[in-house]
């Protein structure tokens, strides 16, 4: 008999996490747990407010699943199909299909990439995230948190502080640096002027989501008149990838929690690579839970954005390790 449960998580940060619309030191996440027999199996959910999700939408939401949830479920497929029946957060989603899955991989033996016919990938490397803070604190950030090891630099910006920002974290180091707006930019020349001010562009491998997801005929224009590679984000959440993408950006960032299980998210690099589009795998503030979900499917992808464990205190699951920048399963020595 399927069991179903959920139950709240208080993550601290080991810094305060800043980006253009919101900042916090504590992260609180879901983990759902599912329980037959001897088996047990979980799910992280990592909601996020800018999506329209909170705590108290997802323990209703919880609710109305596991009151409508079938004991009969045959597999993985019959459950997405009867999720794809309710209204509830992408998270948490995510967070049951997850639980299902992993529940499936242990019952199987097989592992979550064979179960989702992927090819295995052991380790990769991620960016590290650079939150928005006063320019004059870049060097210390840096320094106490060793973020030589990165071979790749993501910094959060906004309208404010988003050049000299930028421009500091260049002078620091010698990696390439991801540019993250969260949709913080008001116009396409906004953008291009913020651009126009580098003289070392080559250093930005790519700008992600500066306009906001509603800007359509605005990101028409941007990726006309950029020089830099766009990455979609916020525009990106569980629908199917067609031409809209590839007509206002270069790629996409794939984040499970916004697609709503591994399936989806699959479905989504698969339709983007074959429209031509760059991909990444991203991650919210996450446990080490969700940062190894994201690993499952991690085959293939061009670029990674998956340090969500790494900014937190203590992760209460440890089933990630990182060395030099790259995020391997811990029991891969």
């Given at each position: 008999?399927f ?102 991989s242990?019952l ?8 989702m ?35 790749f ?131 919210m ?49």
């Amino acid at each position: 008999m399927f069991i179903w449960n959920i139950k709240e998580i208080e993550l601290p940060l080991k810094f305060t996490w800043k980006i253009s619309r919101n900042c916090s030191d504590i992260k609180r996440n879901f983990i759902v747990e599912l329980n037959n027999g001897s088996i047990n199996a979980i799910g992280e959910v990592a909601f996020n407010v800018r999506y329209g999700e909170n705590r108290e939408v997802i323990l209703e939401k919880f609710e109305e699943f596991r009151s409508a949830v079938p004991q009969d479920l045959t597999g993985i497929e019959s459950l997405v199909s009867f999720l794809d029946t309710l209204d509830i957060p992408q998270s948490l989603k995510f967070g049951i299909e997850s639980s299902f899955v992993h529940y499936v991989s242990i019952l199987s033996g097989k592992s979550v990439a064979q179960l989702m016919g992927t090819n295995v990938v052991s380790s990769v490397r991620t960016s590290f995230s650079i939150p928005i803070m006063e320019v004059g604190k870049v060097e210390a950030f840096i320094r106490e948190n060793n973020l030589q090891r990165f071979s790749f630099l993501k910094v959060k910006v906004n309208q404010d502080n988003a050049h000299d920002f930028c421009q500091e974290i260049l002078r620091l180091t010698d990696v390439p640096l991801r540019v993250d707006a969260n949709e913080s930019f008001e116009s396409p020349t906004q953008v291009i002027n913020f651009l126009s001010k580098f003289n070392n562009i080559s250093r930005l491998e790519f700008l992600e989501q500066p306009l906001k997801s509603n800007m359509h005929d605005e990101m028409l224009e941007l990726k006309k008149n950029c020089n830099v590679l766009l990455m979609a984000d916020e525009s990106v959440t569980k629908e199917d990838i067609g031409s809209y993408y590839p007509e206002r950006f270069h790629g996409i960032n794939i984040k499970l929690m916004k697609s709503g299980g591994y399936m989806k998210a699959l479905k989504q690099l698969r339709q983007a690579k074959l429209l031509g589009l760059k991909t990444m795998l991203g991650c919210m503030v996450e446990t080490s839970l969700g940062i190894s979900s994201a690993i499952n499917i991690s085959g293939g992808v061009d670029f990674f954005d998956l340090d969500g464990s790494l900014l937190i205190k203590e992760d209460p699951f440890k089933l990630i390790s990182e060395e030099k920048g790259k995020i391997f399963y811990s029991y891969i020595q």
